[in-house]
């Protein structure tokens, strides 16, 4: 069995590790699993336990940039199903130490242990409040996977998880403490000139990256901002 886009097994391999025929599956459902049977992340997301394979874009993230460290509090926006909330609880010692992960999402997750779990909308008012009482101050990084759904028109895409970027970014200029570090899933091409010329102004270090885990043939990369100036909350 291996793992599905939200961590749900998959059968329907041969013992060539073809994929089984079964007449009621389309043609893009089809090649969808093949490539899930095919990719090593998602055999490696299995064998560890993760969630999903989007475990190992953060782990090569934190890898270069040293996100995570223990004791350090994180904000997870948009968490479902999981795996970004598993990575940064193992890496702040969430639970063994002063590390503390919260989890925000408007769908249902399962328990990870050392991680709270919020069900809302992070837009919502209440919700910064709520975040720093159990935080009991301010988070050392704000992070979001998050991605509508595609449509398959480029710039109609873009737009989209722009906004999405956008309003992560808000929340996190409210909530981070001072020298904290935000990620952000965006799309090829990167943040839109205005928004990155104000991350500028907010943060001391902003990079651009697309980690080997992200599938070549995904348009997706992420922005990366370290050194966030408490003034720009003023």
């Known amino acids: 069995m291996i793992l599905g886009k939200r961590g749900v097994g998959?059968?329907?391999r041969d013992k060539t590790g073809r994929l089984n025929t079964d007449k009621k599956r389309s043609v893009s459902s089809a090649r969808w699993l093949q490539r899930q049977i095919n990719d090593p992340y998602v055999a490696?997301?299995?064998r560890l336990h993760y969630r999903s394979r989007a475990a190992f874009k953060l782990i090569q993230l934190d890898d270069r940039f040293r996100l995570f460290r223990p004791g350090r509090k994180v904000i997870d926006l948009g968490a479902a199903p999981g795996s970004w909330s598993q990575v940064a609880s193992m890496r702040v010692k969430a639970g063994q130490s002063c590390g503390r992960v919260i989890a925000i999402d408007l769908l249902e997750m399962e328990h990870i242990a050392g991680v709270d779990f919020l069900q809302m909308d992070f837009l919502d008012e209440t919700a910064q409040e709520r975040v720093?009482?159990?935080?009991?101050g301010k988070a050392d990084l704000v992070m979001s996977d998050?991605?509508?759904?595609?449509?398959?028109?480029?710039?109609?895409?873009?737009?989209?998880?722009m906004v999405l970027c956008e309003a992560a970014l808000s929340f996190a200029r409210c909530v981070l403490n001072e020298e904290g570090s935000?990620?952000?899933k965006v799309l090829r091409g990167g943040t839109e000139p205005e928004l990155l010329a104000g991350m500028k102004k907010d943060f001391s270090l902003i990079k651009h990256v697309k980690p080997d885990a992200s599938r070549a043939d995904s348009a997706e990369i992420y922005v990366v901002a370290t050194g966030f100036r408490d003034s720009a909350r003023n």
């Open 44 to 46: 490696e997301a299995h």
């Open 146 to 161: 998050m991605a509508a759904n595609a449509t398959g028109h480029q710039q109609t895409d873009h737009l989209k998880i």
């Open 182 to 184: 935000f990620i952000a």
């Open 132 to 136: 720093q009482a159990l935080l009991c």
């Open 10 to 12: 998959i059968k329907g």
